[in-house]
């Protein structure tokens, strides 16, 4: 039976400015374009478990603004729940300013403005919600008090708890000992541990902090060169799949919503990652954080894909 899956975080509008390369200080450059997405890894994650065919809520908070209108509609038109959808009267809705480069890399300015307030109190008044949930997921786009009392709370249910430490911010061990799944990519990896990344011994190093504060999980996502799984009894190295790469802006969420998702159907842990994993790759081929996000259909044709060419190849 599908496990219930609640999702505590931020809601971004995304201004995605396509540039020739990333710029120097001071310098000015012109972009090629400009589009302006839903996005926010909160939303993110939750819009790819929905498509995924997911039984899933989501918690969050946007402004009193134009952009926190069209983001309440956009996410009652994903088919979420309104009384989730918080709307601060004073904070303009979370933006991103996003450059992205011809070969599909980026960089990103978030601005919290409501996330910001989302609070603990708003999760109290909301606590009926997380009754019966199985799977709890969130990140560091709120503020940290509110992270703390939704894992708290989500572990009082008995849930399995992801966190998405990012941005990365020194995180102690009674915090961390809430957290079933940590999925960081390799840099907030190696900010959290002060290792540095230079082959799959240092992954292995860092995972290994991690359980040691109390981590049950650890998933490492390594972008091109694909995962570092390992807890205290199990250890696996995935690679990425192999997929022409257009904007990698949500291929974290993608994954994470992936992750998510294949938790909550009980599956072996190789095959939720390789779910995952492959649900992280299909993101990477469109521009754009939500219009990126894989369905399930076309998820699990490329799956299918996949196996054909390696069976071809064996």
Do not use: C
């Not at 919290?112 to 560091?140: C, H, P």
């Not at 894992?151 to 008995?158: H, R, Y």
């Not at 992801?162 to 907030?188: G, M, Q, R, T």
């Not at 990698?248 to 994954?255: E, K, M, W």
Request: proline share 5%; hydrophobic share 40%.
């Amino acid at each position: 039976m599908q496990k219930k899956i609640l999702v505590l975080g931020n809601s971004n509008v995304d201004l995605v400015f396509k540039i020739p390369r990333f710029h120097d200080p001071g310098e000015t450059i012109l972009a090629e374009s400009l589009a302006t997405v839903f996005g926010g890894k909160g939303a993110n994650q939750a819009i790819t478990v929905k498509r995924l065919g997911g039984d899933v809520l989501f918690m969050t908070k946007v402004g009193n603004d134009h952009y926190g209108t069209t983001y309440h509609q956009n996410l009652i038109k994903n088919g979420f729940d309104q009384k989730l959808i918080i709307q601060d009267k004073k904070l303009p809705t979370g933006t991103a300013v996003i450059e992205l480069t011809p070969k599909g890399e980026n960089r990103i300015i978030a601005f919290l403005g409501a996330n910001g307030a989302l609070s603990d109190k708003d999760l109290k008044r909301r606590k009926r919600y997380w009754r019966g949930i199985g799977i709890f997921v969130t990140q560091l786009e709120i503020p940290f008090p509110t992270v703390e009392s939704g894992l708290k709370m989500a572990k009082d249910q008995g849930a399995l708890t992801l966190l998405n430490p990012s941005p990365p911010i020194p995180l102690a061990p009674h915090l961390l000992s809430l957290v079933d799944f940590i999925v960081p990519n390799e840099v907030e990896a190696q900010l959290l541990t002060g290792i540095k990344w230079k082959g799959d011994q240092d992954i292995r190093k860092m995972a290994e902090i991690f359980l040691n504060l109390g981590v049950k999980n650890v998933v490492i996502t390594l972008g091109s060169k694909g995962l570092f799984f390992k807890n205290r009894s199990e250890e696996i190295r995935m690679n990425a799949f192999k997929v022409k790469v257009i904007d990698t802006t949500a291929a974290g969420d993608a994954f994470l919503g992936g992750l998510a998702y294949g938790l909550s159907e009980n599956k072996p842990i190789r095959e939720v990652l390789k779910f995952a994993n492959g649900a992280g790759a299909l993101a990477t081929t469109k521009l754009g954080a939500q219009p990126s996000l894989p369905q399930r259909e076309e998820l699990d044709i490329f799956l299918r894909g996949v196996k054909r060419v390696k069976k071809k190849i064996s």
